[in-house]
């Protein structure tokens, strides 16, 4: 079985900050971790994936995530904060005989000015 | 162009009513999806569709009937509304059944029921 965990419900930071989201994963296979984003009133859409290959990974809007398997974790980071980078934050873990991601519980991003 | 879209946004009904909420891709994937999103915007699969066929379901009252007329729309039925049902619905497609594959999330469907 696998699971998220995401610490962290909310995160504020400052306009121009760096973002840091949580997210440790636990699964009895190599994983494939996912990081979507939810915007108000919107569905979600893919940031980034880890598959195999390399650890550091590249999404849209400048995010991105390592992928580190002694720590189980794979955070999202962002060196500057923008007001439009508010929404909601998934991370999700897919692997281990079940192609239905397990996701984990949502962090929101509050971007202050 | 909308890859995943669904109908209607919202929906607003009365207890013991009966309500469908239609999606459709139009990006030729294999597999369909429907989550329930609630108020604590938890993510949980209600179903999986591949090829028409379901697939996966996911401990869910049979009030809820989900129905692929083809590989592009996967249609959920609701019998019998109860307040706990009032959420929002999320479809999602996938390319196919691989553990690596991204989802694609409509706007969802809000739905409340009084």
């Known amino acids: 079985a696998q699971s998220v965990t995401q610490l962290g419900s909310h995160v504020s930071v400052s306009e121009g900050a760096l973002v840091l989201l949580r997210c440790n994963y636990s699964?009895?296979?190599?994983?494939?971790l996912f990081w979507y984003v939810q915007y108000p009133n919107q569905g979600l859409q893919l940031l980034l994936k880890?598959?195999?290959?390399?650890?550091l990974v590249k999404g849209i809007n400048g995010f991105e995530a390592e992928f580190k398997k002694s720590e189980t974790s794979f955070h999202l980071t962002k060196p500057s904060a923008h007001m439009s980078d508010a929404a909601e934050y998934f991370c999700?873990?897919?692997?281990?005989?079940?192609?239905?991601?397990?996701f984990g519980r949502g962090t929101s991003l509050i971007v202050h000015p | 162009d909308t890859a995943v879209s669904q109908t209607p946004k919202y929906l607003v009904t009365q207890m013991g009513n009966d309500k469908s909420i239609k999606c459709e891709q139009n990006l030729g994937h294999d597999t369909m999806y429907w989550y329930k999103q609630d108020s604590k915007k938890f993510l949980k699969i209600m179903f999986s569709y591949n090829n028409k066929e379901l697939i996966i379901n996911e401990t869910v009252p049979n009030r809820f009937s989900p129905k692929s007329p083809d590989k592009a729309h996967l249609n959920l039925h609701i019998n019998s509304l109860e307040l706990g049902d009032s959420a929002v619905y999320f479809c999602?497609?996938?390319?196919?059944?691989?553990?690596?594959?991204?989802?694609?999330f409509g706007p969802g469907t809000r739905l409340t029921v009084l």
């Open positions: 999700a873990v897919s692997g281990g005989g079940s192609y239905i991601p397990t």
């Open positions: 699964s009895s296979v190599p994983p494939y």
């Open positions: 880890y598959t195999t290959g390399a650890t």
């Open positions: 999602a497609s996938s390319q196919g059944t691989g553990i690596n594959n991204e989802q694609f």
